[in-house]
Structures are given as C-alpha cells and as structure tokens.
C-alpha cells in the first residue's frame, strides 16, 4: 500500500466488496480425518452441489498442495507443521476472496488444527470430522497406504503408526461408512448455504 | 483423487467448468518494476475497474503474501527465490479457479520471471512491465528504501545496489512518470479483457 502515489486508488478491494461482487461469502471448510475416510470424496461432492446454486468453491488437497507449492515439504514433524501453515495461509487468501474454500487434509491432531484455526481465523474455520471408522478406511485402502504401513514400509502413518486426535467440538461429523454419500454431501452443504447466503 | 470411493463425485471440477461458471478466463498478469514504480497503483486501479465490469479479481503484493504465507523468508538469493516460487504456486491456484491474478513484485531478474512463468504456464503469464525510471522511483521513495539504500542501510536494493534487468518481452510497457495513471490502468484493463472475455 505504501507504493500508492495516487489517492484515487489508494486500497485494495474489501473482502466485503468482494463478497458483494460474488454473492456470497467465503468460508473455510476443514475436512479432518483418516486416509480413505471420504474427505476428498465428500468435498467433490460438495463442490458440484454447491456450482449447482451458483457458489464459487475451491478445494486444496494433496494433489494440488503437495504437488505444487509444497512439493518442496517432507514428511518430518516440522514439515509436516510448515504444509499446513502454507495450506491455511493459501485458504486465508482464498477465503478473503470471497471464496468457500474446502481443504482436505487428514491433519492428525489438535496441534495442527489449531494452527489452521489460528491463522484462518476462528469466525471463518469449519471443521467437519470426516469420522468412518479406521477399520473401514483400511478394507477401503484406496492408495494400498494401510497394507504398506502394516508392512513397516510407510512411518508414522496416521491410524496404524502414529495418533489421530478426533475433533473435540466440529461443526459437523460425518461417518461415510453409515450414512449414504449424498446425505454426507448435503450436511456440508446445508451447513455452508446457511453462512454463504446469511444476510445476501 | 485416489481416495474417491464413489464414481459419482470421481474428479474435481475442471478449470473450465469454473470458467464457465465465473463467465471469464483466469489468468496471471504479472507486474515487474523497480519499487515505487506504481505497479500497485496500477494493479489497485485495474482491480477496480474489472470489478465494475464484473470481473472478479485478486491480487497479490507484499503486503499479503511477505506479511503471511511468506513470512519465514529473507532476503537471501535462495529465499526470494523460494519467495517467487511459493507466488507462482499461489497464483496458479488462483489461474486454475479460474479468476484473473495480479502479482505486483519487484521481481528483478529474468530467472526470477522465468520461474514464475514456468510453474504458472507461458500461456497464461502477462508480462506487465512498469518501466518507470529509477530517477521517477527515487523521487517518490514512497516507503523510504532508496533513502536508506543510499546510505547503505538497506543490502542488495534493486535499482541502487543490485541490478533490474528490463524484461524483453512484456506484454504490455508502462511509464508512470509519462502516462496518466487513468491511461496505464486502461491499457492493462484493455488487454485482460480481450482475453477474459474470450469466447465467452
């Protein structure tokens, strides 16, 4: 801002200009649970119900996070803090956009969550407890990640090896191996049409 | 995307579709120049004129990125190299959801732009060139760097003690010291539209 030699336009858009623009207004949703529970399922799923009435969604995960902007990151505890400190302050950017914003990371314990919380903002951030139960994530075993972390080939894998601290108070739970995927989807959206359109 | 267990909801809505959705073209217009250039002027003033055309836009400056997702970078060689690269990323993301992207970074030399290019895609890099001469910079020395650039207090400022290298090929040239800011924003604004609203 300290560059601005001209007051015509001396700031940068409003979140709430920007929100106006769109409609609606942004959001965090943090997706928490164990490898295979159906958090990236849940949230594509979301993301198309939510483009049906017209919101403007964005989700981070693993495939666009740990391949690009943190492809530089490991798996050790600090790395492991840094990934999530660039996911929350990349879903802050998006957020402030306007932008509901869905992040799926299985983001083990109340640590990690709390730094995303921390940095988002706590009237922004949602948690929903993707909760299916670890013996179901692993018949499921999508990637094969459970057979090699029984085989001693993958370390502290979440569920098997290392701790998963579940949520205290989320705004939603959600156990994808009980309730039918479109119940799941429509939770989420419900939850989110209630903030994105409040006072729109 | 491996952990999709339901074909329903098998992949994340496409750059495309979000287009469609938004009715633009993202893209990355990408401002270079020396501090105090106006490159943020300029950037301001394009974000409220694409606004009032219905074109949502974000930017990215200093004051958002260095203050948050970057605020565990130097100065050194490798972390404004790693400065650009985590920019780039961001900004891809941003591209990808399909929203129109201005970087304002003094970002000084070619390998630098090149990275940013590389990782963000030759196809949607603008190359925005804020050519406003030093002695013009100098003279505003808004933030008061080139003061204390000149007396040694400030390592390595570009355009005193470390070298600009005028980008090649920019998309579009702007000096601020000649051009009414009204004009430049205009020529900026002119360009993005051509391709936001291509074929839409």
Avoid at 49 to 58: P, S, Y
Avoid at 121 to 147: H, I, M, Q, W
Wanted: charge should be negative; proline fraction near 4%; charged fraction near 30%.
């Amino acid at each position: 801002m300290a560059e601005n030699i001209y007051p015509i336009y001396d700031k940068m858009m409003s979140r709430e200009e920007r929100e106006q623009q769109l409609g609606q207004h942004g959001m965090m949703v943090w997706f928490t649970g164990l490898s295979g529970s159906g958090k990236s399922t849940v949230a594509l799923g979301v993301e198309r119900e939510l483009a049906k009435r017209g919101v403007l969604c964005r989700i981070l995960d693993g495939d666009n996070i740990r391949a690009g902007i943190n492809s530089n990151l490991g798996f050790s505890e600090e790395d492991r803090m840094e990934n999530i400190r660039r996911i929350a302050e990349i879903g802050k950017l998006f957020v402030q956009t306007g932008i509901v914003t869905l992040a799926c990371f299985v983001s083990p314990t109340e640590e990690i969550r709390q730094l995303a919380r921390t940095i988002i903002g706590d009237e922004d951030f949602n948690e929903v407890f993707v909760s299916t139960p670890l013996e179901e994530c692993e018949r499921r075993d999508v990637k094969g990640l459970y057979a090699r972390a029984r085989r001693g080939e993958v370390k502290d894998f979440t569920g098997i090896s290392a701790p998963f601290e579940a949520p205290k108070n989320p705004a939603i739970s959600i156990d994808t191996s009980v309730l039918p995927l479109e119940e799941s989807v429509n939770r989420v959206v419900d939850m989110i049409m209630a903030i994105a359109k409040k006072g729109k």
